[in-house]
């Protein structure tokens, strides 16, 4: 059964620059895409960006291209999201989910994290 754990959320300020990590536990990460979601408060999730499980294919939602980079490093078992240039709107709960197969909006997901709050404010 794989696990996902978020970590690397926080308070930052407009501009700033937080890097995300999802951390898997209970099997290799290697054999599934990963995608990056967000859920603001009110608002429904978005998908923010995914990676296919070699880190050959990824993508982003329009929102975030140019500031949001995702990457993987297999042999740690994680995927990573470095995110720059944050706004207030970036602020939202972000979640890492994983399958077997790639994909990314608009299909299912079939393990997901905790998430991590991720607040931009001055």
């Known amino acids: 059964q794989l696990t996902l754990v978020e970590s690397g959320g926080g308070l930052v300020q407009p501009g700033g620059s937080l890097r995300l990590s999802c951390a898997a536990a209970?099997?290799?990460?290697?054999?599934?895409?990963i995608g990056w979601f967000r859920q603001a408060p009110g608002k429904e999730r978005e998908g923010v960006s995914c990676?296919?499980?070699?880190?050959?294919?990824?993508k982003y939602a329009d929102s975030v291209k140019g500031r949001f980079t995702i990457s993987r490093d297999n042999a740690k078992n994680t995927v990573y999201l470095q995110i720059n240039s944050l706004k207030p709107e970036d602020t939202a709960i972000y979640y890492c989910a994983a399958r077997r197969t790639w994909g990314c909006w608009g299909v299912q997901f079939d393990y997901w994290g905790q998430g991590t709050q991720v607040t931009v404010s001055s």
């Open positions: 209970g099997s290799s990460l290697e054999y599934y895409a």
């Open positions: 990676i296919s499980s070699s880190g050959g294919i990824t």
